[in-house]
């Protein structure tokens, strides 16, 4: 890309997980000051984890100013479960060049969803929907964005989404995250006090959350949790030993000198 190329910026908050078994749609969302840009036309490539083209540039459909592209069920018939896989999104944007985004994702056997709804949120503030601006409907964006930071930490803890069997254990978390979010905003935009207040508590929530998270795991990708019952938590335990840093991950092992 030349240093001259308008900069879009592709939305992707989280990696690209699609089911086993099941037609999905994936999308690509693309920003420009602001706004969708919507692209004029555009391919798909998807490589999976042994960069074999699973789809192989194939036409995007324009909906909603987003591209999106149908992968049927028959299309995965043959491939095993596994991340690694690479989606590559060929766009004509409306400054008339091809630009190519890209995201990681994977085929999975089951999705972890969010937990929480606008319900949970307000048995915690009753007057959360007569706080909420008229413009806005429910607070989904917040319990998105919640969401995402959730996925993104456990990524980022060497713990895959996708192999957790307890979704409700992250009830908590996900609370604490999404009013953290609200009220932060709420702080900047109206100004008052008592919004930061709340916002510091529920910062310190998840935090205490996060760290009592415990949840079941399925390790060998079988769809059912790990035998011995026991339970993992959110964060990875790290050992100090002399000159040597073992690090315990979850069932592997490495050392660093």
Not at 18 to 23: A, D, G, L
Not at 55 to 82: F, K, M, P
Not at 136 to 150: F, L
Not at 178 to 184: A, G, N, P, Q, V
Request: net charge negative; glycine share 6%.
């Amino acid at each position: 890309m030349a240093t001259t190329d308008t900069l879009y910026c592709p939305r992707f908050l989280s990696p690209e997980w699609i089911e086993q078994s099941r037609t999905n749609t994936v999308k690509c969302r693309v920003y420009r000051d602001g706004a969708l840009s919507a692209p004029t036309s555009g391919t798909l490539t998807v490589y999976n984890a042994s960069a074999a083209a699973v789809v192989d540039a194939q036409t995007v459909t324009i909906s909603g100013s987003a591209a999106e592209y149908e992968i049927a069920s028959a299309t995965l018939a043959n491939e095993t479960l596994s991340d690694g896989w690479l989606f590559e999104w060929s766009l004509v944007m409306a400054d008339g060049i091809t630009h190519v985004f890209r995201t990681e994702g994977g085929m999975v056997r089951r999705r972890l969803y969010p937990v929480i709804t606008d319900d949970d949120l307000s048995r915690r503030h009753s007057d959360l929907s007569d706080l909420r601006p008229s413009s806005m409907t429910s607070y989904q964006d917040y319990i998105d964005e919640a969401w995402a930071e959730i996925e993104n930490r456990l990524l980022s803890e060497g713990n895959r989404p996708y192999l957790i069997i307890s979704p409700s254990a992250f009830r908590e978390v996900h609370l604490a995250k999404t009013l953290e979010i609200i009220f932060r905003d709420f702080s900047t935009s109206v100004g008052d006090g008592r919004w930061w207040e709340f916002a510091e508590q529920y910062q310190r929530a998840y935090a205490i959350a996060w760290n009592r998270l415990r949840f079941r795991y399925d390790t060998d990708d079988d769809g059912q949790p790990d035998a011995d019952d026991t339970r993992r938590s959110g964060s990875s335990t790290i050992w100090l030993n002399g000159d040597r840093i073992n690090v315990f991950r979850f069932g592997r092992r490495s050392w660093r000198r």
